[in-house]
């Protein structure tokens, strides 16, 4: 999805506002039942001024049989609109609540689907804001769907063809007032949309300034910018008042119109039924059940006015949160798929093509068989596609064209889990997550116990770093482990991938920020590790390229050359100029970078 799809024109906020009702779907019993005790509470609202005035008529007529009647029969209506209120009042905030942290819940597990090339064009904290702003509002709109809206909808549909059996004549006030709140309320939106999208660019703007700042607070920190950030931010802050102030003005307009035509109703009314009553048109209980039926239509029409109103400020933020909905997965997991099991490791790489943007492809027409066990170098140049093609191998993404196969089975025929359960990834950027040392282990192996994770975190040379931090493996982590440094970040990732055992590991240089000292240790941890496995290495060591039983040379995303080093540094070609520029790193000139990190 382009990043403007998040920005556009808002869709019809009854369309938006059906979508948010049909979220309640899972628990549409309940939601049923307290929509039914609201339509009861509806009835109340309505028939109580009608009994009211029957009460009057009745008294004025000195018939206190037929007024103790129609007060009994208030009386329970009475009672029966209070058990309605009980009800929404017991679940309908709970209903609301359920449905919100369930909601949260879906927009996150489908976020964290989305392809790679989504996060890239949107900034996470916009997202951020689009979930707790949009889960908000879609708990306001369903409680006052329980609350207020369906009777308000039921109340006017039925009081006005009832005011109109009862007197035409002031019926037709009751229309007026109807029409006059429906046009104004149009004319407010039609002219104030477009500026309120602006206001939410701005405060879309805010939330992606702010948590870029946090985010790289070392660096602002660092450059003395702090200053210059909140001074930017306050710039921004006056932009969104500058646009939202005439939004608020056109609506305050609004409400100031709303009351002057309820106010000059009521009047109207009062003085039409003084003219009615004196031709003997209407009685004076009739004339007390219309001002009845009047200022409970005009607080049910300022109640629509004000969800209006809401919807119309809630409708651009709810529409970016459906938009993250609506945004399909790069990679779709058919259910009722079999599970990969019982895997050896040969991978087949068949004709792959595959294209962030399909004009452009970032693999080309890419084959190569990886027998079982073998150790897999991938080099090139920045750009040359070895990451993309290592992505293609557990599914971050799918070919465009080709297929690959793992023993033989296409890897888009079995349930994506079980593929990614069996390959196991080491990032450049170790990737550690704001939780203890154990925890980020665990990510590899859920149900690690605490000597498995002891065993992994030895193998990779962690296991002493850790003893010395305060908690030891208790320690938290720093948000993008800023707390630890970058060969104890490497090194913990390495232990992940250790101690998820699966049979294929994919490296993505993944030694780059080790000394050499460490290195060594590790690399003869990995040397262990890759005993029987089969292992893809984006090599930028010669010991690594040297070793590996095969290298792959990629050039603008396609295969350029394979073989082993010897065969590839006599062919000379692509790769033996790489080997001659000095492109891949002796292990005794690699500078260390285990430092402890700063602040």
Not at 164 to 180: E, H, S
Not at 398 to 418: A, E, F, K, Q, W
Not at 490 to 514: C, F, G, N, V, W
């Amino acid at each position: 999805m382009a990043r403007s799809d998040l920005t556009g024109p808002a869709p019809p906020m009854l369309k938006t506002y059906l979508r948010v009702l049909g979220l309640l779907a899972p628990e549409h019993a309940l939601a049923i039942t307290l929509a039914i005790a609201n339509l009861a509470l509806a009835g109340v609202y309505f028939v109580e001024p009608w009994l009211f005035g029957r009460v009057v008529d009745a008294l004025a007529a000195l018939s206190q049989s037929e007024a103790w009647h129609y007060l009994g029969l208030w009386a329970a209506v009475g009672f029966g609109g209070l058990v309605a209120s009980v009800l929404v009042s017991l679940h309908a905030d709970r209903l609301a609540h359920r449905r919100r942290l369930a909601v949260i819940a879906r927009y996150f597990e489908h976020a964290i689907k989305l392809p790679l090339s989504f996060h890239g064009e949107h900034h996470t904290g916009r997202l951020l804001r689009a979930m707790r702003t949009g889960s908000g509002n879609l708990f306001n709109i369903w409680l006052g769907f329980f609350r207020e809206h369906l009777a308000t909808a039921l109340s006017i549909v039925v009081m006005l063809p009832l005011a109109l059996y009862m007197n035409w004549k002031l019926g037709l006030l009751m229309i007026a007032l109807m029409a006059t709140f429906s046009i104004s309320n149009a004319v407010a939106m039609q002219r104030t949309i477009s500026a309120q999208q602006a206001v939410e660019k701005h405060h879309d703007a805010i939330a992606e300034r702010t948590s870029d700042v946090i985010g790289n607070v070392l660096v602002v920190q660092s450059f003395t910018r702090i200053g210059a950030e909140v001074a930017e931010l306050r710039a921004m802050m006056q932009r969104v008042l500058d646009a939202q102030y005439p939004v608020l003005t056109g609506w305050a307009w609004l409400a100031v119109a709303n009351r002057t035509a309820s106010t000059l109703t009521v009047v109207a009314i009062f003085a039409l039924g003084i003219s009615l009553h004196g031709r003997h048109e209407v009685s004076v209980g009739g004339i007390v059940s219309f001002v009845g039926f009047a200022t409970m239509l005009i607080g049910r029409l300022e109640q629509f006015a004000g969800f209006i109103s809401s919807l119309f400020f809630q409708t651009p933020a709810l529409k970016e949160f459906f938009a993250v909905l609506d945004t399909p997965v790069a990679v779709r997991d058919e259910p009722g798929l079999p599970a990969l099991s019982a895997v050896r490791g040969e991978v087949v790489f068949e004709h792959v093509s595959f294209g962030y943007d399909p004009s452009r492809p970032a693999i080309y027409d890419l084959s190569f068989r990886a027998p079982a066990g073998a150790t897999i170098a991938l080099v090139g140049a920045t750009g040359a596609g070895k990451t993309t093609a290592l992505n293609l191998l557990y599914r971050v993404y799918d070919p465009d064209r080709g297929r690959i196969t793992i023993d033989g089975t296409d890897i888009r025929s079995v349930d994506l889990n079980s593929l990614r359960r069996h390959i196991a990834v080491v990032f450049q950027d170790a990737g550690l997550l704001y939780r203890s040392i154990a925890d980020n282990m665990r990510v590899g192996k859920q149900d690690a116990s605490e000597a498995e994770i002891e065993s992994a975190a030895r193998a990779a040379e962690a296991h002493d770093f850790i003893l010395v931090k305060p908690e030891a493996y208790a320690t938290v982590v720093a948000e993008r482990g800023r707390s630890l440094s970058g060969g104890e970040r490497q090194r913990l990732a390495i232990a992940r991938a250790m101690l998820k055992d699966a049979p294929i590991l994919i490296l993505d240089e993944a030694t780059s920020a080790l000394d050499n000292a460490t290195e060594a240790r590790i690399q003869r941890a990995l040397d262990r590790l890759r005993e029987h496995r089969t292992t893809f290495v984006i090599a930028h060591r010669l010991s690594t390229v040297r070793n590996a039983d095969l290298i792959l040379v990629l050039r603008d995303g396609r295969l350029v050359e394979q073989g082993r080093y010897g065969e590839l540094v006599q062919l000379g070609g692509v790769f033996a100029e790489l080997d001659r520029e000095g492109r891949f790193v002796a292990d005794a000139e690699e500078p260390g970078s285990d430092a402890p990190p700063v602040g």
